[in-house]
């Protein structure tokens, strides 16, 4: 069993700062890639950041320059610092894991319960 917990969301203010954070922990035998989606409501979930094993990071344009995704210190951790936040960036926010787990023979994806990140303006 794999279960991803998302920390860190919360309510601030257009401009403001707030740091998100994901572990991954069960049965894992690597993890190929984490990041995070959002979904704000009435639209369709979307990728805002991703990093791989091995360090490449890719970001939705909108977030671009305000956003940066990193490994957490601990094994099978992501963190995202959110800067300059506005309100369009208000959503919940999912952490995903592309990984496989010990015994299996193919990854596959699993998804934290998500995260409420609203900015007012």
């Known amino acids: 069993q794999v279960q991803l917990v998302e920390s860190g969301g919360g309510l601030v203010q257009a401009g403001g700062s707030l740091r998100l954070s994901c572990a991954a922990s069960?049965?894992?035998?690597?993890?190929?890639?984490m990041g995070w989606y959002r979904q704000a409501p009435g639209k369709q979930r979307e990728l805002v950041a991703a990093i791989t094993g091995g360090g490449s990071t890719n970001y939705a344009d909108s977030v671009k320059g305000r956003f940066t995704i990193s490994r957490g210190n601990a094994r099978n951790t992501v963190d995202l610092q959110m800067n300059s936040l506005k309100p369009e960036d208000t959503a919940v926010y999912y952490c995903?894991?592309?990984?496989?787990?010990?015994?299996?023979?193919?990854?596959?994806?699993?998804w934290g319960q998500g995260t409420q990140v609203t900015v007012s303006s």
């Open positions: 995903y894991a592309r990984l496989l787990r010990t015994g299996l023979a193919a990854f596959g994806d699993y």
């Open positions: 069960g049965n894992i035998f690597t993890i190929n890639a």
